[in-house]
């Protein structure tokens, strides 16, 4: 029986743009609040710090944190309220990457059956082992709990520094307080982008799972770029084309890299996708083009000459 490739367009369109949304959206809102948590920790400890070692006009001087190496116990104390809140982020990767791997690896032994690929006693869930496998893999000889680590030690260690170097000419508790907020805002960056970067990762990796072992498909895969202006020149190249597993390009091929792999399951009945979604440079609402690849999208759009 022949299926409809459109249907199948469609389907991946729908799932990106509802289920992927509302988990980025709960795992920002989460994340906020361990944020939140943290600067009220921060302001907490800064307020009796001020209380401690400011002068009578309510200025902390570099002097005073110099005094019996007062500095050293500062960088201690705020390494230890940020190293906390690395852990309670990790906790909070951990939990929704693992959902996301489970959620790709069933919607994508949902598409084998559909297609007739697999039969119903051949959808199964994900064995530990193979979740473990998932979880595990690095990127750029790095795993992600490494890269969090990393950053959260950048981001304590700024601060620091912030607060020392700002308090040679006198800091008000006000003006500590914006220096933490605004270092925590780009913690909060890097995290999301931890995120963004890793979970792309591990939708493909669970869908080439249950494709390529639970599927036993053997065929090429389509690199899948989304049709903006946001999108890279590297994934602008890689659009469109097909490759044999063993080629495939690293992927995601940079931080916040939204590209995805697709099997060709032409040989399966199922006819090309007609219809991509994309977003219009202009009036930025997304649409569907016939346009096959990300350069045909430009000439369309009028971006670039044919």
């Not at 948590?37 to 710090?49: D, F, P």
């Not at 084998?112 to 994900?126: D, R, Y």
């Not at 913690?187 to 249950?210: C, F, H, M, P, V």
């Amino acid at each position: 029986m022949a299926n409809n490739r459109n249907t199948l367009g469609y389907s991946i369109v729908d799932y990106r743009n509802n289920v992927i949304l509302k988990q980025e959206k709960a795992f920002l809102t989460s994340l906020t609040k361990l944020y939140q948590s943290s600067h009220g920790k921060l302001r907490t400890y800064l307020a009796i710090l001020f209380e401690k070692y400011g002068d009578k006009d309510g200025k902390l001087k570099q002097e005073e944190l110099l005094k019996y190496k007062r500095y050293l116990t500062i960088k201690k104390d705020i390494q230890d309220i940020i190293k906390e809140q690395g852990k309670e982020e990790l906790k909070l990767l951990n939990h929704q990457l693992n959902s996301i791997v489970e959620d790709e690896h069933n919607y994508s032994l949902f598409l084998l059956f559909s297609l007739g690929m697999i039969k119903t006693n051949q959808v199964k869930p994900l064995t530990s082992g193979e979740r473990n496998k998932i979880m595990n893999s690095i990127w750029y000889g790095e795993h992600f709990s490494d890269t969090l680590s990393k950053h959260k030690g950048q981001l304590a260690n700024n601060l620091y520094l912030s607060i020392f170097t700002s308090s040679s000419t006198g800091l008000t508790l006000t003006d500590a307080t914006q220096i933490t907020k605004k270092k925590l805002e780009t913690g909060i960056k890097n995290t999301q982008r931890i995120y963004q970067t890793e979970q792309q990762r591990k939708r493909i990796d669970s869908a080439l799972l249950a494709f390529n072992e639970k599927g036993h498909y053997s065929g090429k895969y389509q690199w899948l770029a989304t049709l903006d202006e946001r999108t890279c020149h590297i994934c602008r190249e890689f659009d469109g084309k097909y490759y044999e597993l063993d080629k495939l390009p690293k992927y995601p091929s940079h931080p916040y890299c939204r590209c995805v792999v697709l099997p060709d399951l032409e040989s399966y009945g199922v006819e090309p996708i007609s219809y991509r979604a994309a977003r219009d440079p202009r009036t930025r609402k997304t649409y569907l083009t016939t346009a096959k690849n990300y350069r045909e999208w430009q000439i369309k759009q009028g971006l670039i000459s044919s």
